[in-house]
């Protein structure tokens, strides 16, 4: 019953796209768009393209090759770690009381050339250690720490947590890609 379920949610998709003219978060990134203003729909631009690693075009770039641009807005670029940065909206967090104890965490790169990235512990429950493992042989046990890779590829990064609640381990596998 659920194959056929998703095998039919899966065609409706593919139609809806195609009337559409792409995927929501596709059409909501175009420079053409007007449902978020301009202002903000440039930080997005910009926010998405420190984590991807490539310019977005600009919006007469944009007119110039559509199909390129739409390219760009519609790939999918963290296969294996979280992808909800890339949606417009989010949910509202747990209460506290509802949260389990989870080890999380998010990246910055502070400056790519220099290869040094921020790295954020947004662990749920009460933490009382960090253990930071930046995939390159070194580790670290502040809360938040900064990092300076001595070269440029995609490495998995691993957070373990522990508290009252117990230990937790989050693992992104090659979510962090510097050059």
Known sequence: MT????????RLEDRLYSEWGGKPSTQLLR??????????KLRYHAFLAGKIGQVFPDSEQETQSPEKADDLFSRKHTMYGKADELVAFRLMP???QFQKFDANWSFQVIDSNCRLVAFRDEST?????????FGDGTISTEQNPIHQYREGK?????????GPEGKSRREKIWDVSVR
């Open 3 to 10: 194959s056929v379920c998703r095998e039919f949610g899966k």
């Open 31 to 40: 420079h053409r768009d007007r449902t978020i203003e301009s202002v903000t």
């Open 94 to 96: 747990l209460e506290p």
């Open 125 to 133: 429950g009460k933490v009382n250690s960090w253990k930071w493992d």
């Open 154 to 162: 995609d490495y998995t990064v691993a957070l373990e947590v522990q």
